[in-house]
């Protein structure tokens, strides 16, 4: 199986953005519960205008990532471009009785999430100067986190459905994850992951157009709870980079998969819901 990703930079550090962009690229396959073996770089970088050790940081910080994965960058192509964009087209390998979808959850299903929620509004925020150097460090972690240890706990317990939450946020990928599976879905905003410093910047509006979007979008298939505030709606709508993956597991094999994902040292996950018997894919937010 193959995927291709890439994203302009997110962080001023050149090495930190390669991490992200190549550990967001690679997450696609391990959401299909594959293993990546082999990628391609692909770079847009404006040679002209900028220094090209900068873009030597860029392909270190992607390097050291797909090292980190036991992927091997077999090559890639680049391009004069006046915006710095860099990813990876990724080769993954995998049975395909292993092979996990994003359309199988089923009724009665835990939801759990693996990273919380909020990086693309931090991102707003260092773009506009209003991020404090520990809250782009901490993103700076989140989104070059390889999705691989819990992928690995997912692949032992074995689970009904997994996708990875990017670009569409949450609400949206878990939609796409119902629609498919002919299921609905209810989440609680209580036992959602949010970081701490996401939920002022989302009420002072420094909030990405594309969460705006999103939410726009999420409307009309999200039940909200009157009691669920505006702020919360954007968080659930935040388009993520390199996120965390979003699984649907029997209720059966859930204890199993948070001892796994923790043996296996994913610092956080989060229970946030669960799948409901309702074929029309909607989506309930309860406060």
């Keep these: 199986m193959q995927t291709v ?26 959401a299909m519960g594959a293993r990546p073996i082999l990628a391609l770089n692909i770079v847009g970088f404006p040679a002209s205008e900028l220094p090209l050790e900068m ?72 773009k506009r100067d209003l991020a404090s150097p520990e809250l782009i460090a901490e993103a700076i972690r989140l989104m070059s986190t390889l999705n691989r240890a819990a992928a690995a706990a997912v692949a032992a317990v074995g689970v009904n459905a997994i996708t990875d939450v990017t670009g569409f946020g949450l609400l949206g990928h878990l939609h796409e994850m119902s629609a498919g599976s002919r299921v609905g879905a209810r989440v609680s905003l209580q036992r959602l992951p949010v970081l701490a410093a996401v939920w002022s910047l989302a009420r002072d509006g420094i909030v990405p157009g594309g969460s705006r979007r ?6 009309a ?48 996950v989060a229970e946030i819901g669960e799948i409901i018997d309702d074929a029309s894919g909607r989506l309930h937010v309860t406060a």
Excluded: W
């Design 5 to 30: 990703d890439y994203i302009t930079p997110l962080v001023d550090d050149p090495y930190a953005y390669g991490q992200i962009a190549a550990a967001n690229a690679l997450s696609d396959i391990y």
């Design 55 to 126: 873009l030597g940081e860029i392909l270190r910080g992607g390097f050291d990532k797909a090292r980190e994965a036991g992927v091997t960058i077999a090559g890639g192509h680049s391009v004069d471009d006046r915006e710095p964009k860099y990813g990876m087209a990724v080769t993954g390998v995998a049975r395909p009785e292993a092979i996990i979808r994003n359309s199988t959850a089923r009724a009665g299903d835990r939801l759990l999430l693996t990273k919380p929620l909020g990086t693309g509004i931090i991102s707003t925020a260092i």
């Design 214 to 219: 999103n939410l726009s979008y999420a409307e």
């Design 221 to 268: 298939f999200t039940d909200f709870e009157d009691a669920v505030p505006a702020e919360a709606r954007l968080i659930l709508c935040d388009a993520q980079t390199s996120g965390g993956l979003l699984i649907a597991v029997p209720e059966r094999k859930c204890a199993a998969l948070l001892r796994a994902l923790s043996d296996n040292g994913v610092a956080l």
